[in-house]
């Protein structure tokens, strides 16, 4: 600072009166502060929109769509508890189908989890109010047949509209899944169970409390609490008993995937591929 001319500090209170008034422009400046503005890219052209993170609209038409949101996803959890208690869950074994070809069998896969993974994260968007890439647009991976979506933004939001932004896609997977299993009472096809194991997939997924998931931030809204999976020492002792609880929960659920679905799916894979290509 001692280096600093007068008429550098000059320029500086005139910089410091202009922001604290709202008053200013570059031409009131010195040159030289100008363009130490300019080349630090404190300045922007008119062309340049400043935009705002999406706030959680507290309005009468957000509030019904939340409303309804919640409602269909409870009718929907029922509906497939109930019919689930008749039909069972399908294992990944139902994946395979040894009628038709393996790649078009995979095809059909990965079209369905890839279109209604899509779906999912849409429904994130839509009650995150994420419409434009800026403010946490969709990211795709079509390999690993996924999307994912950034909500950093609705932790400032207060709690039923953020627990919508949240649940959003969980709720669409039950509503989708009691929509299938209700079909399923009427209809027997390979491609209807496929679709319907696929969906429990992607629901016990998101139990996986350990892991970022929905379930994960589901329940650290519901503890209003979104540090807590990292900063367990400065947190409530009874959050972090039931945090802790949750995490085991989700070990056991990665084990249900492995030995319900994943080994079931892997041995259906390499009989048929087995019994088409050495047999």
């Known amino acids: 600072m001692d280096s600093c001319s007068e008429g550098c500090r000059s320029s500086c209170g005139k910089l410091a ?25 404190f300045c922007n052209s008119s062309s340049d929109k400043i935009k705002s993170l999406p706030d959680e609209e507290n309005n009468l038409k957000w509030n019904i769509k939340r409303m309804f949101l919640f409602i269909m996803g409870g009718l929907s959890i029922l509906s497939v508890v109930i019919l689930t208690l008749f039909n069972g869950v399908p294992n990944g074994s139902i994946l395979i189908n040894n009628s038709i070809s393996l790649p078009l069998n995979i095809s059909l896969l990965i079209g369905f989890a890839l279109i ?9 968007i839509i009650f995150a109010r994420s419409y434009k890439l800026r403010t946490g647009g969709l990211r795709l991976n079509i390999l690993q047949a996924n999307a994912t979506v950034s909500m950093t933004h609705i932790w400032v939001w207060s709690f039923f509209p953020r627990l919508a932004a949240l649940s959003a896609g969980l709720i669409f997977d039950f509503f989708l899944l009691s929509c299938l299993l209700i079909f399923n009472i009427f209809i027997t096809d390979w491609m209807l169970a496929a679709a319907i194991s696929i969906l429990w997939l992607r629901i016990a997924w998101q139990f996986r409390f350990h892991k970022n998931c929905d379930g994960h931030f589901i329940v650290l809204s519901l503890l209003d609490n979104p540090m807590l999976a990292v900063d367990e020492g400065n947190s409530n002792v009874a959050n972090v008993r039931t945090w802790s609880i949750l995490k085991k929960v989700g070990y056991v659920v990665n084990l249900i995937l492995i030995a319900y679905w994943f080994l079931p799916f892997l041995w259906m894979l390499f009989s048929n591929v087995y019994f088409n290509f050495f047999e």
């Open 17 to 41: 009166k202009s922001l604290i008034y709202n008053n200013s422009s570059l031409k009131d400046y010195d040159e030289e502060i100008a363009n130490i503005l300019k080349d630090n890219d």
């Open 116 to 124: 209604t993974t899509l779906i999912h994260e849409l429904m994130h």
